[in-house]
């Protein structure tokens, strides 16, 4: 390799791992306003000495495993009935309609305010069947809940009082797992979860800097979504995109991390594939979006800064390309020296592996004593998924890019903790292009590191390992007959008399 072509490749290597540090610094920042913050937790004004009038929004598609588990929760909810109305949002095209049907009879027997509304179309999918309801939710406060969450019966009581403020927009519990400890792929989901529930929401909140409702699991003040523009379908992230035109507006967010709603984590690797795809081309397009504005506005610069390093988090994934080009080169082409591993190779690694292991372990730490010592031997697989996981939201970020239209894809959902107890369902995520890349990646990558055995470049070793061992194990998860995969680490069913008992983590 020539001089030149030499100076190209480490320029390109320089600059795809610096733009990598950056937002591995950003996570050092926002792990320090946690901690400068955590032991901040907000406050009501005050309590509410007559309880407001709060709609249940339940929007449902295809959903038959999971929505009577939700509609028992909700109708079960400690809430005055006269105050309380429930709307079951279904734009299902299966048996789920009959089942909601015969549920809100069941409902409305027991005298609960249920109201059945099945639109014949999805035009603007979850966020048009939101905004559709408006005019018919009754409630000064909307409390909205995706169908696979199971809300405990206090959830209500304990979170409207913050609304006591006016100036209180939206109001955000956080999410647990219900099937955390179903294999190997849930366990990691939550890892990664965490990271975000735990530490950037509440850092974000506490330190007065904007985020997003999570989509269920949070009260909105109705006047609040009306003055903000309502529910908009553009994006495939309603929620991010409604939040940032809410708090544009003045509208304050809390988010308590202390109150949870627990959830089913896809429990396959397609269904994982396919809600990061959502998230991650929902997010870009709420960055195009909403972006200048927020530059615009007359907000401060932390904020705006703030803003832009959350708003372009996933434009990570497109640096990780630039990775995955490069690790050849870099492996076995650039001369290895003492002045490359100091003052490269170690501020790389640093700021762009150490923070992430540092910010995932004090995920875990936060939220249990010991957390994060029982969490160190999942940190390489950890790793290993986000790489895995590199194709199929670097393809959702060229999409969002370059404006290409997509459905929004439910995330199966099966209603059963266990995988040995799962129902055989029919809600399958069609494959795409990105599972031939990925299966081309894991051979391409283990026989990198094959032929760095056989080199002996035992500092290279472990780093193509993680890339080899990422996209085999996507790959895999993914690829029909191969489902002992996925769900690699199950533990033995449970007691049927003691999945009731389960409190989730």
């Not at 050092?28 to 907000?42: A, D, F, Q, S, T």
């Not at 031939?436 to 002996?456: C, D, G, H, N, R």
Request: contains cysteine; neutral net charge; charged residues 20%.
């Amino acid at each position: 390799m020539t001089d030149w072509n030499l100076m190209i490749w480490l320029t390109c290597y320089v600059a795809v791992f610096f733009g990598l540090s950056v937002f591995g610094a950003h996570r050092l920042r926002i792990l320090y306003l946690y901690w400068k913050h955590r032991n901040e937790p907000p406050q009501p004004m005050r309590h509410f000495d007559d309880l407001p009038l709060v709609t249940v929004q339940l929007p449902v598609f295809n959903e038959i495993h999971v929505v009577d588990q939700l509609l028992d929760a909700v109708s079960a909810l400690d809430y005055p009935r006269e105050k309380l109305q429930i709307q079951i949002l279904d734009d299902s095209t299966d048996d789920t309609r009959q089942v909601c049907e015969q549920a809100a009879s069941r409902l409305q027997e027991k005298g609960v305010n249920v109201q059945y509304i099945h639109r014949h179309h999805r035009v603007g999918f979850k966020a048009g069947a939101l905004q559709d309801a408006m005019p018919v939710a009754t409630g000064e406060f909307l409390l909205i809940f995706d169908a696979d969450f199971v809300p405990p019966p206090d959830l209500l009581q304990r979170m409207i009082h913050y609304f006591t403020d006016d100036k209180v927009g939206m109001v955000q519990a956080r999410w647990s797992h219900l099937n955390q400890s179903d294999s190997l792929l849930t366990r990691l989901q939550a890892m990664m979860l965490d990271g975000h529930l735990v530490l950037e929401q509440t850092a974000r909140s506490r330190s007065g800097h904007f985020f997003n409702f999570n989509g269920t699991a949070g009260i909105w003040r109705k006047k609040c979504i009306t003055e903000s523009g309502g529910w908009e379908h553009d994006t495939l992230t309603e929620d991010m995109d409604l939040s940032y035109r809410a708090q544009m507006k003045g509208w304050r967010f809390t988010y308590l991390k202390d109150i949870t709603v627990p959830a089913e984590l896809p429990p396959d690797m397609d269904g994982f594939k396919s809600q990061q795809h959502r998230w991650t081309k929902g997010s870009i397009q709420v960055c195009k979006k909403v972006l200048g504005q927020v530059w615009s506005s007359d907000e401060p610069l932390r904020i705006k800064l703030e803003a832009t390093a959350h708003l372009g988090a996933n434009f990570t994934y497109l640096l990780m390309f630039g990775v995955l080009v490069l690790m050849y080169p870099a492996n076995f082409m650039f001369q290895n020296s003492w002045q490359k591993a100091l003052f490269l190779d170690l501020p790389v690694f640093f700021l762009a592996s150490l923070s992430v292991i540092i910010f995932y372990l004090s995920a875990q730490g936060a939220q249990r004593r010991w957390g994060w010592l029982k969490t160190l031997p999942c940190l390489p697989l950890l790793l290993a998924l986000g790489v895995g996981m590199s194709i199929n939201n670097g393809l959702a970020v060229l999409e969002a890019l370059f404006d290409r239209p997509s459905d929004f894809v439910r995330t199966p959902k099966y209603g059963q903790k266990n995988s040995a107890i799962r129902p055989k369902s029919s809600y399958k995520v069609a494959r795409s292009v990105g599972f031939w890349i990925e299966m081309i990646l894991a051979i391409y990558f283990s026989t990198l590191t094959v032929l760095a055995l056989w080199k002996q470049h035992w500092a290279s070793v472990p780093l193509l390992a993680m890339f080899a061992f990422g996209f085999v194990y996507v790959a895999a998860s993914s690829a029909r007959g191969w489902s002992w995969f996925s769900s690699f680490g199950n533990k033995p069913p449970r007691d049927p008399s003691q999945e009731d008992a389960m409190v989730p983590a």
